[in-house]
Each structure stands twice: as structure tokens, then as C-alpha cells.
């Protein structure tokens, strides 16, 4: 008879997509607000994109630095106002962190989504940036 051992947890993220988001459309005035990053994760290697509503595009961020134990993440990407340094922790729920650009830092908590829907109305209670970045 073989002995049984329990299962061991896994000590790496899992392959996939990961969405963290707060993109919404201001009803008022018909604006994007808000941002949202992309992380890919796969055995072929890692990909991040970050969008913000002021940005004509999602951009390819570089210099990614990730935990497999501690989940926290490190990237740089370069935006049309200039570079954006984001420092933190990719949780099951939120990303959380600061991102730090030309006008100082700026403390963030961006929900995880399925999917992001930029065209949908932000609702009055906002849960990304903690702060405004500009």
C-alpha cells in the first residue's frame, strides 16, 4: 500500500490574463476616465499593458519585474506625458501600489475585472486612483 501525501500548493501565479481596470465613461461630458492594466502570464514569458484615458492607446510596458511569492510587480512604461513607474502588489482582488510620473507619486487601487468596459458610466464612487493625477 503507497502512503498518501497531501498536495502541495503552488508556488507560482498561474498562466493567463489579468485585468485590472476602472476605465468608465463621465456621463456628463462623454470623457474616458480612469486606466487599466493588462498582465499576461505565460511559461513563454511575461507581458504587461497599461491604457489611461487620456492615452490614444494601450502601451507596452518594459522593465517588468515580478514576484512569484510575494505577488508584488515593478514596471516602467512610456506614456505621451512622459515616463510612469508603477510599484506594488498584483492580488487576487486589486491591484495596489503607487504609480510615480513627472508630478510626484499617486497611490492606487485598481479592482481586478473580467473584463473591462471603458464605455460603460463611471458610477459616483470610484475605486482606482486614490488620488487625481492632475
Given amino acids: 500500500m503507497t502512503e498518501v501525501t497531501p498536495a502541495q500548493a503552488r508556488t507560482a501565479w498561474a498562466s ?12 456628463e461630458t ?14 513563454n514569458g511575461d507581458g504587461l499593458t497599461y491604457e489611461g484615458a487620456e492615452q490614444r ?14 505577488h508584488t510587480i515593478h514596471f516602467a512604461v512610456e506614456t505621451e506625458a512622459g515616463p510612469l513607474h508603477f510599484e506594488g502588489v498584483a492580488g487576487a482582488d486589486a491591484l495596489t501600489g503607487t504609480f510615480e510620473d513627472e508630478a510626484g507619486a499617486h497611490p492606487v487601487s485598481l479592482p481586478r475585472v473580467l473584463r473591462s468596459h471603458a464605455h460603460e458610466a463611471c458610477h459616483g464612487d470610484t475605486t482606482g486612483s486614490l488620488t487625481p493625477r492632475r
Fill in 16 to 27: 493567463g490574463t489579468f485585468v485590472y481596470a476602472d476605465l468608465c465613461t463621465l456621463p
Fill in 30 to 43: 462623454g470623457a474616458r476616465s480612469g486606466q487599466r492594466i493588462t498582465l499576461r502570464r505565460s511559461p
Fill in 57 to 70: 492607446g494601450p502601451r507596452t510596458a518594459a522593465d517588468i519585474t515580478l514576484d512569484n511569492a510575494t
